[in-house]
């Protein structure tokens, strides 16, 4: 089998191609299955009190979409300095992936915000970009990404929009000119009449991809749809978010070989040491399908996983450990998880957890049989107890479905492949 490695996780694909808010890519975000939840915590964390989020499904140009709405809690909020918002992400209890990519984004706001207003990056005062619900959009931004299991994000060319927009600094160009700073070194381009990207969106397309082109090749598992507040006739205001598994992360297909016998002589108690031969001999796999032959005999099909390597050298190991004087061999295709194993303390010994992994997260955690047998008889205690012990010394090591893997993928015998 070809062994899968799961480095590069989740990867998600922004389509900016309408436009780009935080707003809507938090909108987006939690229309891809990101957590609530767990973005009104990390918010709550940074600005206690301030914020509380509303969701909601709206229509723009008649695709459906999810509008998330940042609603006030106070009555006034202060424009907060850089320094003052580093200080509060530095202080506030998040996850540090969440801290790392927020501070990012308001860093990437204050140095294009000094290079317009020509002060130093640590004297930028924010106005628009620094209020409560762009605080909100950023840490709920990141949050969510961090939720969702996101570890590399890429994005399309953004619209920026054209015409004139008011601000806090009097009447102004579209894109503003913060955009345009931030716009460096990326694909933009106008898209439509109006603020098409804020400051807000594209510090976080610029924090957060490290690349600008088209959907990558992948395996998609969600799609997110977040609404801008205008609907505008014949154009969608929205964000797409695609969230998939890179075609290096999808597991391979193997071609291997079936060989199958039907053997209806052979002593039963002989099978277990034919089974164990095949396996040691490096058969992929090796069972026994009960059957009824010919004149009601009771028989077994022996099957063989090989591959195509080793299928000769299984052939003649049939050939020799069973009375079979003919066997099938058709090619089948395979498709297998990528494995890991971890050990697991228990009283009196050690017990291996076979870990099956997709797109590094771990999708099965299943205890070695023979080695709780070996421990249980150790011991002098029913298998089923040291299993049972073995499940839950695997939760505790964080061993469970959903969670990350980092892990080497290694052999039956715990090598390295």
Known sequence: MTVMRHSAGLHLWVDATAGIAGDMLLGALIDAG?????????????VPGEVA???RTVHR???????????????????????????????AELPGAVRISALAAFARLADAEGRVHGVATDDVH??????????????GVCAALAGLGVTRVTASPVAVGSGRIGSAHGDLPVPPPAVLELGRGWQVLAGGEGELATPTGMALIRALADECGPIAPMEITAVGVGAGGRDVPGRANVV??????????????????????????????????????????????????PIVMKKGRPAHTLCVLARDA???????????LTSTIGVREYPVSRVALDRGWQT???????VRIKVAVRAGRIVHATPEFDDAAALARARDLPVRQVLDESIAAAEAAM???????????RDRDGAAT
């Open 126 to 139: 924010f106005h628009e970009v620094g209020s409560w619900d762009s605080i909100a959009d950023i840490v």
């Open 61 to 91: 140009a008649g695709l459906r979409a999810l509008k998330i709405d940042v609603e006030s809690r106070t009555e006034d909020h202060p424009h907060r300095s850089w320094a003052r918002i580093r200080s509060m992400l530095d202080a």
């Open 53 to 55: 989020l509303r969701t």
């Open 34 to 46: 990101a957590a609530l939840d767990t973005v009104e915590s990390a918010v709550s964390a940074v």
């Open 344 to 350: 697991v303390a228990l009283r009196g010994g050690e």
């Open 399 to 409: 061993l469970r479905p959903g969670q990350p893997w980092s892990g080497e993928p």
């Open 310 to 320: 080793e299928r000769a050298a299984l052939r003649d190991t049939v050939f020799a």
């Open 240 to 289: 797409r978010v695609v969230l998939g598994i890179p075609f290096a992360e999808v597991p391979t297909t193997d071609g291997l070989w079936v060989l199958e016998t039907n053997i209806d002589d052979l002593d039963p108690r002989v099978w277990p040491t034919v089974l164990a031969a095949l396996l040691e001999a490096g058969a992929a796999d090796a069972w026994l399908v």
